[in-house]
């Protein structure tokens, strides 16, 4: 485990060496280089900003501050940073769009005494002429929680009084949907990789509805799916998705020092009594059970969700030169994957086949907004809602302005059926494929993959296997991605894709 760094002089000391070791961060593993993009006070640290700071100024930007009506500890200070990150050596001047710049959010609290509760979110000790402050990960801390919370529920807006661009950041409780209660006991999610999650309220203490806040650790300008997309679901009467209750939009300066406005966090009901999918489904395995009602019924989900979007936000028809485009944009991804990942060499041939399939099509179904990240992780069950599908933010490093484009639903199709291969074939690494476990597993994801196409049929009225051309060149590129995934992050696992490459291309 990696201990917080201790003794530094400057908030940009702690982050420098805490930053790099987080699941979200993607600036670069190496060296780093930080410049602030906005900083946004909820509480004022102890001791004041100008004595926590560096003395060249170098985080001293205009601040917008909110009083939050919360009864916070007035011991902590609480500090929103947002920073630009750059991999050492490169320079964002006058470009927003610097190989490897990011704008990330980072929520802190500033103590003057440890908390022994919250030692496992410690940054850092900061060295002050009034002595130590103790820097903790903000999310994981009450009293950051309770102020954002109340940011939301009380539509809240601070803005600075000088500076360009001004800081500004605004909460937003959508119209009709209850306060949620700032007072509440909040735990922060494990296991995320692109963001943050704090479930608000799950204890079940009152009779008020839990909550769950999602941060966006990577900010882009623009309107973010997950806020966009469950907020017209809601406003739809579509209960396949969580409600959206609020959110939080700002102000930052990107990279290049251009202004920037975006959404920060969402905040939607939580399912209470709920599990995610990929749990259900590894559990089902362990145990030698079927899968296949679940799956069915997780078609159908799939199929109502994806209609309730073509009913709520824009489609548009696919034409034949639409259909032109995305052989393109297969074939580059192709070529990415082969240069990226050796193993794939003997299958180039055959994975050009099934792109140019593609090209010929003269039908495919329609273009609309869709969840663009599916699998069992982005899915809950509960014995009384059923299947709930969240996180509508997309491929989290995709250009925001490509996740919003209308795409085909079969991408949906194409990553829930890669999904369930995954959660059979991970318990049987390293196995022969004629092993009876190997066996057992081939024919659990099997019943899987066509319970939910034929679950998805019945609802939508249209079999994805009509457009079997479609959906295998979308699953193929999704194993492809697979494959460079794992050969960089988890070569154990690089034949569960690998082996999925080979069933998915001609024989």
């Known amino acids: 485990m990696n201990e917080p760094a201790t003794g530094a002089v400057d908030i940009a000391g702690l982050l420098a060496s805490w930053l790099p070791r987080q699941r979200w961060f993607s600036a670069g593993r190496g060296g780093v280089t930080l410049s602030p993009a906005g900083q946004i006070m909820l509480v004022p640290p102890v001791p004041q900003p100008s004595k926590v700071e560096p003395a060249t100024g170098e985080f001293s930007l205009p601040t917008a501050v909110l009083a939050p009506k919360a009864a916070i500890d007035r011991k902590v200070g609480i500090v929103v940073h947002l920073i630009s990150a750059l991999p050492a050596g490169q320079s964002a001047t006058g470009s927003s769009t610097a190989t490897g710049a990011a ?7 500033y103590r003057s005494e440890p908390v022994p509760d919250l030692a496992h979110a410690l940054l850092g000790e900061l060295r002050t002429p009034e002595g130590p402050r103790y820097v903790y990960d903000a999310p994981h801390d009450p009293d950051f929680v309770s102020a954002w919370t109340e940011l939301i529920a009380g539509s809240g807006e601070a803005m600075s009084e000088s500076g360009t661009p001004r800081s500004r ?16 006991a909040a735990k922060v999610l494990s296991g995320e990789q692109s963001n943050t999650s704090i479930i608000v309220g799950a204890d079940g203490s009152d009779s008020s509805e839990p909550v769950m806040i999602k941060l966006f650790r990577v900010l882009q300008p623009g309107r973010n799916p997950d806020v966009v997309v469950p907020g017209a679901l809601a406003r739809a009467g579509n209960e396949r998705v969580p409600r959206l209750v609020g959110w939080v939009e700002g102000e930052w300066v990107q990279p290049g020092g251009q202004p920037a406005w975006g959404h920060l966090s969402a905040a939607a009901e939580f399912v209470a009594g709920s599990a995610d999918g990929w749990r259900v489904a590894t559990r089902a395995v362990t145990n030698g059970e079927t899968f296949a009602g679940l799956s069915s019924q997780l078609g159908a989900a799939t199929a109502a969700v994806h209609a309730a979007l073509a009913a709520a936000l824009p489609t548009r028809p696919s034409t034949p030169a639409t259909l032109s485009s995305l052989a393109d944009h297969l ?37 609309q907004i869709v969840h663009g990240d599916l699998h069992l992780g982005q ?28 795409d085909l639903a079969l991408r949906d199709v194409a990553g829930m059926l890669r999904s369930f291969d995954y959660a059979a074939r991970h318990s049987v690494l390293g196995l022969a494929d004629d092993d009876p476990r ?43 991605y697979e494959v460079v995934y794992e050969t960089r992050h988890r070569p154990g696992w690089v034949e569960v894709p690998l082996r999925a490459v080979g069933r998915l291309l001609p024989r």
């Open 103 to 109: 704008t990330y959010q980072v929520p802190l609290t």
């Open 169 to 184: 950041v605004r909460g937003v409780r959508r119209a009709g949907e209850a306060p949620p209660d700032p007072h509440r």
């Open 331 to 367: 074939h580059q991804r192709l070529n990415w994957a082969l240069e990226a990942a050796p193993a794939l060499a003997e299958y180039a041939d055959a994975a050009r086949e099934v792109v140019d399939q593609v090209r010929v099509l003269t039908e495919a179904p329609d273009l």
């Open 379 to 406: 899915a809950l069950y509960s014995e009384s809602r059923g299947w709930v599908l969240l996180d509508f933010e997309g491929e989290p490093l995709r250009p925001l302005a490509e996740r919003g484009d209308p």
């Open 438 to 480: 190997s066996l057992a597993a081939s024919t659990w994801a099997g019943e899987c993959r066509e319970a939910y196409l034929n679950g998805y049929a019945t609802e939508a009225g249209r079999d994805p296997r009509q457009d079997g051309a479609l959906l295998r060149a979308l699953e193929l590129d999704k194993a492809l």
